[in-house]
């Protein structure tokens, strides 16, 4: 089992930065590859970014490329999403999630999944 806890959302202007984290419960973390997607009101749950078990491999959404990043550190139990040049499409609910598999874009893929946290991107 596994718990994860985002954080770091808020209200930020056009063009400006957030960093997220998201904070993993248990032993095993170095195991899971992790993502971040998001939810925008009255759409489905998309993609954002993906990082492998071991931090080596990354993968981004076309819409995101270039200004988002992903980290983790595996000894604090951590993912990142750092958010630069931010637009208002960019607002949503962002989530972590983890799963036993391998790193993918694929919502039902992932086996945990934190509470979310907002980001809105004013204009």
């Known amino acids: 089992q596994v718990q994860l806890v985002e954080s770091g959302g808020g209200l930020v202007q056009a063009g400006g930065s957030l960093r997220l984290s998201c904070a993993a419960s248990g032993r095993t973390f170095s195991t899971y590859a992790m993502g971040w997607f998001r939810q925008a009101p009255g759409k489905e749950r998309e993609f954002v970014t993906t990082?492998?078990?071991?931090?080596?491999?990354?993968y981004y959404a076309d819409s995101i490329k270039g200004r988002f990043t992903i980290s983790r550190d595996n000894a604090k139990d951590t993912v990142y999403l750092q958010m630069n040049s931010l637009k208002p499409e960019d607002t949503a609910v962002y989530y972590c999630?983890?799963?036993?598999?391998?790193?993918?874009?694929?919502?039902?893929?992932?086996?945990?999944w934190g509470q979310g946290t907002q980001v809105t991107v004013s204009s």
């Open positions: 999630a983890a799963t036993r598999s391998y790193s993918s874009w694929i919502v039902r893929r992932y086996d945990y």
């Open positions: 990082i492998t078990s071991s931090g080596g491999s990354t």
